[in-house]
């Protein structure tokens, strides 16, 4: 059974022409991006990488990493932000490989192809984000890096994420996020290590929403990242 769930692919689809919009539903993951691509290349080195992002949606990250130099891969399970992500390239002049197929199927067909994995705000859209997971873990050659994000489950995850995004501050639209489905990082290192990766490092990403900005740094209470590196 596909491992993704059809309202949220849908939810995605329906609000595609505005990803590219600084000022839209997108905002918080544009105002991110600079942030966790600045830290994927510090990790990584981007430049020459073969890379694939999982949940690539209308393509913020996948053209940010194509534009350090990375050679990329995108793939999502809903064809209209992979629509919108392919018209961008046109504008930007980037290059990234967009394809409509899940992370579990392109496992069977190209496993270990990649130097580096991103599968980054996804986790907590899926039915089954184990098995997303495994199939990340399966797409990367030995040694190489995954990178994960996702919400953290607490009632200050629920009141930040939920209440204060979407209800209180509009950052978001209602209904963004189902809280039961957010991620303990107990849980992301403990299906990481399941599917034969070791995690490497969690860093918190943290909203200031006096000043309007977003910071790296160690609180994991609400949003979060994880890298972890395969196994040989
Ligand atoms: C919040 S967006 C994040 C987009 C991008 N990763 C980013 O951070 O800029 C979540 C994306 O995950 C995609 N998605 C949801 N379920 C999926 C699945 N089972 N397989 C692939 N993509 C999926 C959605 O279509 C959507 O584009």
Redesign the pocket.
């Known amino acids: 059974m596909l491992?993704?769930?059809p309202s949220?692919?849908q939810k995605?689809g329906d609000l595609a022409h505005r990803w590219w919009d600084p000022n839209s539903e997108f905002k918080p993951?544009h105002d991110i991006?600079p942030l966790r691509l600045g830290w994927i290349d510090r990790c990584v080195g981007l430049r020459g990488k073969r890379v694939l992002?999982?949940?690539?949606?209308?393509g913020?990250?996948s053209e940010g990493m194509a534009a350090l130099g990375a050679e990329v891969t995108g793939?999502?399970?809903?064809e209209k932000?992979l629509g919108v992500a392919r018209l961008h390239l046109l504008e930007s002049g980037q290059k990234v490989d967009y394809r409509q197929i899940?992370?579990e199927a392109l496992a069977e067909q190209m496993p270990g192809a990649f130097d580096t994995v991103t599968c980054?705000?996804?986790l907590e859209?899926?039915p089954n984000p184990s098995s997303?997971i495994t199939a990340c873990a399966r797409l990367v050659k030995p040694g190489g890096q995954v990178f994960f994000s996702t919400l953290n489950r607490n009632p200050k995850a629920y009141l930040f994420a939920v209440i204060g995004a979407e209800y209180l501050l509009k950052l978001l639209p209602k209904g963004t996020h189902d809280y039961a489905k957010f991620i303990k990082p107990s849980e992301l290192t403990r299906w990481a290590k399941m599917g034969n990766l070791e995690p490497q490092e969690i860093l918190g990403m943290s909203y200031n929403p006096l000043t309007r900005d977003y910071s790296l740094g160690r609180d994991t209470s609400v949003n979060y990242l994880l890298r972890a590196q395969r196994n040989a």
Request: with cysteine; proline share 3%; charged share 15%.
């Open positions: 491992n993704a769930d949220e692919l995605f993951l991006n992002d999982v949940g690539c949606g209308g913020l990250l793939i999502d399970l809903s932000p899940s992370a980054l705000e996804m859209h899926v997303t």
